[in-house]
């Protein structure tokens, strides 16, 4: 789908919803993120009641998939249909996307359909032209610079076990400098919590990321610090987290990272160097035995299964958010 994202010529069409909002980064909803997560929770307690708030009655939603999903489809599915709306998966593989078909046109198309498109792509470009031209709001479900939905979801987990604070707490992230790493820095400045992440040299996240991360750390007071021991990151955390160290999209690197990312796997060792009380996380999927061991994965010093859950509380409260609720119909 890639070659069919360049920009074609002309202007995104007139039409976009009034107040229309992407969430391409997580600091598109850096302000949102205390009302979001204390949504997420709440939405939470009321689906263990058996209450659907149904603010997306009426309204459809499209999926559209790059790359494989298990959780974020999953979570997104369920997550539209329990707010009361409709949500269609389309692979991109399947669409006329796969054959040509622009981004821009597509968007365009979808846009006189669908109220909300969610899109997992392999470039952060072609989230971007999705964005531009489609008039109704886009979620990034993952692309190769961030994994927004992850990390409000991950917050939630994390503010559920610190009762809601954030200051005075220290996460440490063990590995990759990727997009689920890049979310989680601006994610943890825009909430005022302290990260320090342990990456070897040629994986660290973008300079224009850490630029934007010391932007909203300076207004929360966030400390942000990138070392290359994992080691030194583990000491004294509150939790550490991890991710794959070869993301969809780069197999050709896998031997190559292998070798890199060596000494950077969460195990109970490094468990034991953090606080009491510290336990792991994982975005998940996980390769048990590389940047995680079974023993951490399988043990109570985890929240990795929290986090899993927390998906799908986090995007109905990112949808509930973006989407806005159906006009009154009349009858015909
Ligand atoms: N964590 C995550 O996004 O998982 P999936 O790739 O299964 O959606
Ligand atoms: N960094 C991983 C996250 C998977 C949810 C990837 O992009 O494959």
């Known amino acids: 789908m890639s070659a069919t994202g360049a920009s074609t ?7 976009a919803r009034p107040g229309k909002r992407d969430l391409l980064s997580i600091s598109d909803i850096a302000s949102d993120l205390p009302a979001l ?32 999903s298990t959780r974020t489809r999953s979570s997104f599915e369920i997550g539209v249909q329990e707010l009361g709306g409709h949500a269609v998966y389309l692979s991109s593989s399947e669409m006329q996307l796969g054959r040509g078909e622009t981004i821009a046109d597509t968007a365009r198309v979808l846009s006189r ?3 909300g498109l969610v899109y997992r792509a392999f470039k952060w470009q072609n989230e971007e032209e999705l964005a531009r031209w489609a008039s109704v709001p886009v ?13 409000v979801a991950d917050l939630q987990t994390l503010s559920e076990r610190w009762a809601g604070r954030f200051t005075g707490r220290r996460l440490a992230w063990i590995g990759d400098g990727n997009n689920v790493l890049q979310s989680l820095v601006l994610g943890c400045a825009a909430v005022g919590l302290d990260l320090i992440a342990a990456i070897p040299e040629g994986y660290r996240p973008s300079d224009e990321i850490l630029a934007r991360a010391n932007r909203l750390a300076a207004g929360t007071g966030a400390k942000i ?15 550490l987290y991890t991710d794959v160290w070869v993301s969809m999209g780069e197999e050709a690197e896998a031997a190559a990272r292998k070798t890199a990312f060596r000494g950077y796997t969460i195990d109970d060792g490094l468990l ?3 606080r009491p009380g510290a336990f792991a996380m994982h975005d998940l999927p996980a390769h048990r035995g590389l940047e995680i061991t079974d023993s951490v994965m399988d043990g109570d010093r985890q929240a990795i ?12 409260a990112i949808l509930e958010l973006l989407i806005p609720p159906a006009v009154p119909r009349s009858t015909p």
């Open 9 to 15: 010529a002309g202007r995104p069409a007139a039409g």
């Open 37 to 68: 997560l204390h949504r997420a929770e709440e939405l939470k307690a009321l689906r263990r009641q058996h209450v659907l708030p149904r603010p997306l009655l009426d309204r459809n939603v499209a999926m559209i998939f790059e790359k494989p």
């Open 113 to 115: 359909y669908y109220d």
């Open 139 to 151: 979620i990034n479900a993952l692309d190769d610079r961030e994994h927004p939905c992850q990390i």
């Open 225 to 239: 610090r990138i070392v290359a021991d994992p080691r030194e990151a583990a000491k004294d955390a509150d939790a």
């Open 272 to 274: 034991d160097l953090a």
């Open 305 to 316: 299964w929290d986090q899993a859950e927390n998906r799908l509380h986090a995007q109905k």
